[in-house]
């Protein structure tokens, strides 16, 4: 079991285990809502997240796509007047809803990090060209405007060939170390 | 002066022109760019969303290489690699554990993280007066060439710019994180001016600009009307991702929202590399899909 499992029953415990983040301390009056850019297509508002994190609701929350919505643009956190962390409580209850079941995801977003981070272990830098093909394929979303406009490549934005540092062993042994659940048991 | 270089992903992609400006205005300045060599991606805007060790070794890998390369002081232009490192290099010296492990997910014993990272904005708020008395040269010397003085401009920082402050302000406070003034005193050195407005600190929505078009479409239109509103006839920017959804996304926008903004959208190293005398070509203006000569003025 590893240290997300055994806690999901406590969910503010394991968010204060890996973060050190108290969502108890949240008071509650919303201002991190107020000022969040994704919050009106939000069912759970980053303030829900937070009561909800400290009642330990872990269904409520991971039964919802809203914390998929967070574009960690960190606003929350920047403007919490009680010194709360919203953004990384947010990133933490991915992690933790990828752990529990990884097909949670909003299929298009997953699909997203998914083939981003394929990139980077294949060539240790982001191929955008190939990011853009990969989530295309993955999401059948073939004729969305995704960056295939008129003129991107006569405009010479997207490289036609992928780079590949040399450290690409180095990577892979990264990922292979990262992606073993024990290593993401940090405080 | 020398400083390190960590262009990221965007920069050699959808992001040229930046790289190309900075380039041309670097040693303008008397500054030569070393950059990382064999620099991998940072995460974003990933690695973070899902894996926080992964996320904080990717950061790290680069940090530990630009220390042995000898290399105290990193350049990241892109506002999200800036982001990612600086808050990789900030969780590793406040979290003796996270560091440890990320020296051992790493094998890397050595690494003491000890650099500084920066961003563009930063970098160029420092050298402002420099910019400031060559664009004045610049100025006197040619009086054909396109001009930035007088052009009304909105300077956004985005996001993650000089958010979350205790990151981006750490160890020393560089700017203020809700009411910033970095971006403005580098737009003043180069002779356009600054309009004022309320959305420099808003989020364009980067993160979702493959997966969630609409929140993006929505996030991009709320910037770009406030900015016409605000009389700007230009926003000025210091991120890739930001421009591409500023830019590239601007039609499309404009389209759903049943008007024009026609604002072209230019990267800070940009406005800078024009003031100094750069032509568009060599600053990568041709790439843009919002045209830049229309606002650029040429005295007769
Ligand atoms: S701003 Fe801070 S204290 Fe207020 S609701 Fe949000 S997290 Fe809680
Ligand atoms: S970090 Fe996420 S929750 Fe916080 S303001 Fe930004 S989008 Fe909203």
Redesign the pocket.
Known sequence: MTHTESKKDNLSAAIRGLTGENVARCYQCGK?SA?????QEMKLK?HDLMRLASFDQADRIFGDESIWL????????ARCPNGCD??RV?DTLREMALARDPSRWPRAIGAFHAEFLKQVKNHGRVFELGLILGFKLRTGRLFDDALSGPGVFARGKLALQPHRISGIDEMRKIFEKCENVENRDLS | MKIGYYPGCSLSSTGREYNESLQVIAPLLGVTLQEIEDWNCCGASSAHATNRQLSLALAARNLALAETQAIPEVLAPCAACYNRLASARHALAKDTRAFEKTREVLERPEFSNSVRVKTSVEWLRDLAPVIQKKAEETASRSATSPSVKGLKVACYYGCLLVRPPEVTQWPTQWDDPEDPSSMETVVRATGAEPVRWNRRLD?CGAGFSLSRLDSVARLGREILQEAKKAGAQALVVACPLCHVNLDFRQQAIARKAGGEFDLPVFYITELVGLALGASQAQLGLNRHYVRTDSVLERSP
């Open positions: 991190c000022g969040c850019p994704m919050s980053p967070c574009l960690t643009c960190e606003t929350c956190s919203p953004a947010i | 989020c």
